[in-house]
């Protein structure tokens, strides 16, 4: 890995607060497992794995939809899966399923998925959205009109650092630390601190604040966004009926509030069990939220409404942690992975499990992982998972 003028790890470059700084030329191994219904495994084949397999060639960073995903390696991007409402962004309405990887033309640094929609982030910083708009202008487009390949985001620009996208809604940020939202505010998800459930098809501020995070710092599961600011506080806002703003209640915010006094918080994920987990400084990993599978990890099944500690101090940092639907991942310092939650179609990644779901965190063999992603399906869990080289 070769980085310039800093010490930052791998996919942390675009996070910086000065775009265009740094130079990176690290890649990663690309791991997949879980269900492969719609060949997102990139396996060429749709058969299922319970344990790792490895897709081909040298990679940067993934991203896994609900029945597809995708990959960049040398800012290529590479999608996968099924293309319903064109998530794939191949130019195709048809849900056609590709089960090795197809280029998107341009040069990408980041990508994430919702439900039905894809966002992407270009070199140049601009970016771009395709797939579902839902009605509710969850593409960002100043209309309710779906594409079926990249178009850029209404209102340009060449600054955007981050996406995080929910069921019908976008967080972003900048890089100069402002957060811009759109799409579905039926929960307030839009932080604009009104009682209106108004949607926005183009961008709209949250607030004057220019110390939101970027990636690894910001996690939006179905309405609920939170991000970790430059002072390290973690901050939420939107639906919270399962406890997911951590704030000891279940009382929906449409601003911003603040999760405990802490201002230690590394790191950030989100499973769409509702449910989060995040890390600190010291090394340690906190949870809280929708508790269904035990995707918690406190070996119970008993929700929370405020950050409670999982075992252990040496849990990685910013980008070392991930989340799919019922279920969480989390590198260590020493490159184990661990997951634990929902398990079927062997999700969790370890054989000898069966399909049991497991309460407390559970070892995927091998010491050399870097990072770990997951997203539900229609019929169960695909994960993807980075490892050093």
Not at 217 to 243: C, F, H, P, S, V
Request: aromatic share 10%; with cysteine.
């Amino acid at each position: 890995m070769a980085l310039k003028n800093n010490t930052w790890k791998l996919n942390q470059w675009y996070a910086q607060d000065v775009a265009g700084n740094i130079e990176y030329s690290g890649t990663k191994e690309l791991w997949t497992w879980g269900v492969n219904e719609s060949g997102e495994l990139g396996q060429n084949s749709r058969v299922w794995y319970s344990s790792p397999v490895q897709l081909p060639g040298n990679w940067s960073s993934m991203s896994v939809g609900r029945l597809c995903s995708a990959a960049i390696k040398s800012n290529e991007l590479y999608v996968l899966g099924r293309n319903d409402y064109g998530i794939l962004g191949l130019n195709q309405s048809t849900p056609t399923r590709y089960s090795s990887p197809v280029q998107i033309p341009g040069s990408w640094s980041f990508m994430d998925h919702n439900e039905y929609a894809s966002m992407g982030i270009k070199t140049d910083g601009t970016l771009w959205c395709w797939g579902r708009n839902g009605g509710y202008g969850t593409l960002g487009q100043n209309n309710d009109t779906e594409y079926s390949s990249p178009v850029q985001i209404y209102g340009g620009g060449t600054t955007w650092r981050h996406a995080a996208c929910g069921e019908l809604t976008t967080l972003a940020t900048k890089t100069d630390g402002t957060l811009w939202g759109w799409g579905w505010n039926y929960q307030g998800n839009l932080g604009q601190n009104q009682n209106t459930t108004t949607s926005r098809s183009s961008p709209i501020q949250v607030g004057t604040d220019t110390t939101w995070g970027g990636a690894g710092k910001a996690a939006q599961i179905y309405e609920t966004y939170l991000n970790i600011k430059t002072d390290g506080t973690l901050w939420g806002m939107g639906e919270n009926t399962n406890g997911e703003l951590g704030n000891n209640d279940v009382i929906k915010r449409s601003s911003p509030i603040q999760v405990s006094s802490d201002t230690t918080w590394s790191g950030i994920a989100g499973c769409h069990s509702k449910s989060f987990i995040a890390t600190k400084t010291d090394g340690t990993l906190w949870s809280w939220g929708g508790n269904q599978y035990g995707e918690l990890g406190q070996n119970d099944r008993t929700n929370r409404s405020s950050p409670v500690q999982i075992p252990g101090t040496t849990w990685n940092g910013t980008e070392n942690i991930g989340g799919g639907d019922f279920n969480f991942g989390v590198v260590k310092t020493d490159g184990t992975l661990w997951m634990w939650g929902a398990n079927d179609a062997g999700a969790l990644g370890v054989p000898s499990l069966g399909e049991s779901a497991r309460s407390s965190p559970v070892q995927v063999p091998g010491t050399t992982w870097y990072r770990v992603t997951g997203m539900s399906g229609a019929d169960g869990e695909s994960i993807m998972a980075l490892r050093n080289i």
